[in-house]
């Protein structure tokens, strides 16, 4: 009797804020794989959390916000994707740098196509996100800079276009295949051939060879 009653009397765990929150993301990128967000209603993504609207409320104020903490959940993953890339193989082995940075980049976005598609079409209307994306893309661009620039102190990469002006190029190339390989944009490079793509346009314009 005793073990029943306190059976009975056991509340079942509620869902914390953290949880709740993870689950209106979590609906947002399942339901973005399935059409834009401007088909998807606030209902939509509160229904999918189990949550009811005015709920939905006290953790988003809108369906970009949405939008907006999905994609800085994205850039935050592949800058600590990026960050496991040791910077002491760029001077041990360059083109193997270069590659697993671009490949990281390729895997991170790629396995959330949904946002990445997404916030690319808002960016435009959208003023936050392409605030944001605005930053990430400069502090990229800061990083592969000086990154040619220490290869070019060090002889290993001949002198050329300004560094940061070659960066700026070379992600924005970057930004633009891999949305039309996600997109399956006609004409696109195949999707198993992205990187190896990516990494011989960049060796070239670095080092002016692909064996440097």
């Known amino acids: 009797m005793g073990p029943a009653t306190s059976k009975r ?11 709740r929150e993870g689950a209106i993301l979590a609906t947002a990128e399942r339901l973005l794989g399935e059409r834009s967000m401007r088909d998807i209603s606030i209902d939509d993504l509160a229904r999918g959390a189990g949550i009811s609207r005015p709920t939905f409320y006290f953790y988003f104020p809108s369906k970009d916000a949405v939008l907006l903490a999905l994609l800085d959940g994205v850039v935050q993953e592949a800058d600590a994707a990026l960050a496991a890339v040791s910077a002491d193989i760029l001077a041990a ?5 270069w590659r697993d940075c671009i490949a990281t980049f390729h895997r991170t976005f790629g396995a959330h196509a949904a946002v990445t598609l997404a916030c690319a079409e808002v960016r435009l209307t959208n003023t936050e996100v392409l605030e944001l994306w605005s930053r990430v893309m400069d502090s990229w661009n800061q990083a592969v800079a000086a990154a040619i620039e220490g290869e070019r102190v060090r002889g290993a990469a001949p002198p050329g276009l300004p560094a940061r002006d070659l960066a700026i190029a070379l992600n924005s190339m970057n930004e633009r295949v891999l949305y039309s390989s996600f997109a399956h944009d006609v004409p696109t490079v195949a999707a198993e051939d992205v990187v190896d793509v990516l990494h011989t346009v960049w060796l070239n314009a670095i080092y002016q060879t692909t064996d440097p």
Do not use: E, N, Q, T
Not at 93 to 97: E, G, K, L, M
């Open 9 to 19: 009397g056991r509340r079942s765990p509620r869902p914390s804020g953290d949880d």
């Open 93 to 97: 082995d360059p083109s193997r740098y």
